[in-house]
């Protein structure tokens, strides 16, 4: 059963600090997807990756937000520094093509 | 812009029986997907039920079924013979891939509780 995989689940972190989350896709999808969901916001893309390659991360605050996919089985968004606003549940999504993208099951993200 | 509205932001249904959720979309364009996603308390987001703007045939999965009616850009889900593992948040999503687009667009969410 090919499933995205997302760690850390939970982070939980002082202001200031560095934050990575790393995202295993599912094995041969080769668009990856990166999400922020807030309650005020609901999901929102911060950036899309097709054969590695980074295609928009618009969505991103590019002051403090870095997206990247190092090979084709990991995929990581780094925020540095962290602030409390950052503060939501990040998924990552990949699929074969654009239209059909699976979820991994998130990293709830706290900054104090 | 492309928007989708879920006008419902709560519903509750007995087990055993039928709920429908409701979703309408705003589109300037003829060739595009819909889904519904599933996303219980472990905030897995789960794929559902997946409909092509160009078939006319309404989606099934199971128990999950679809209402599209493309003139009137609405999208509903239909479930049957609800089960308590059913109650989760429930979001409505809009994908094209005009204009270089490629993200899904989501609407806010309907939580949906059954009810033993």
């Known amino acids: 059963d090919a499933r995205v995989t997302q760690t850390p689940r939970h982070k939980v972190t002082e202001m200031g600090q560095e934050v990575t989350m790393r995202c295993q896709p599912i094995?041969?999808?080769?668009?990856v997807f990166w999400y922020r969901q807030t309650m005020m916001q609901g999901l929102e893309l911060l950036a899309y990756?097709?054969?590695?390659?980074?295609?928009?991360d618009s969505g991103m605050p590019k002051d403090r937000f870095s997206a990247e996919m190092p090979d084709a089985t990991l995929a990581t968004l780094k925020i540095q520094p962290s602030e409390p606003r950052d503060s939501a549940v990040y998924f990552c999504a990949s699929g074969l093509v654009e239209n059909e993208q699976y979820f991994g099951p998130g990293t709830r993200l706290t900054v104090t | 812009a492309q928007t989708v509205t879920q006008s419902q932001p709560e519903m509750s249904v007995q087990e055993a029986e039928t709920v429908t959720l409701s979703c309408t979309y705003d589109t300037s364009e003829s060739d595009y997907y819909l889904f519904w996603y599933k996303q219980p308390p472990s905030r897995q987001m789960i794929l559902v039920i997946r409909?092509?703007?160009?078939?006319?045939q309404n989606a099934t999965e199971n128990r999950f079924s679809v209402n599209f009616q493309k003139a009137a850009k609405s999208f509903s889900l239909k479930i049957s013979d609800s089960q308590l593992g059913d109650a989760a948040m429930y979001f409505c999503?809009?994908?094209?891939?005009?204009?270089?687009?490629?993200?899904?667009?989501f609407g806010k969410g309907t939580k949906l509780s059954v009810i033993p």
């Open positions: 409909q092509e703007a160009y078939k006319q």
């Open positions: 999503a809009y994908y094209d891939s005009g204009a270089g687009s490629y993200q899904l667009t």
């Open positions: 094995l041969g999808h080769n668009t």
């Open positions: 990756f097709r054969n590695r390659a980074p295609l928009d």
